[in-house]
């Protein structure tokens, strides 16, 4: 199930993207991050709102400064040490 949301955006938003369907796809993109990046949803889902494949959303979640797994270095020691 999803709902539809009208977000009032800044004037600087809208001069600065090139067309209107690319302030939509990076709203929905940072928004969907945001919620991923609190823990409120998993990748799957903000992969989901952003109209995005998973695999791409984590790229673009890495690019943007947002760890895509939460683990420590011991964890991930174990994890990778049979590789």
């Keep these: 199930m999803t709902a539809t949301l ?3 955006l800044p004037t600087c938003l809208t001069l600065q993207a090139k067309s ?3 302030l939509e ?3 929905k993109f940072l928004l969907a ?3 991923f990046e609190l823990g ?3 990748s799957g889902q903000p992969a989901q709102m952003a ?3 998973r695999v791409a959303f ?3 979640a890495s690019r943007n400064g947002v760890p895509v797994i939460d683990m420590n270095a011991e964890e991930m020691e174990l994890e990778f ?3």
């Design 58 to 60: 984590l790229n673009g």
């Design 20 to 22: 209107r369907a690319e």
């Design 51 to 53: 109209g995005m494949g």
């Design 25 to 27: 796809q990076r709203s």
């Design 40 to 42: 409120e949803i998993t």
């Design 33 to 35: 991050l945001k919620y």
């Design 6 to 8: 009208a977000i009032d």
């Design 81 to 83: 040490a049979h590789v």
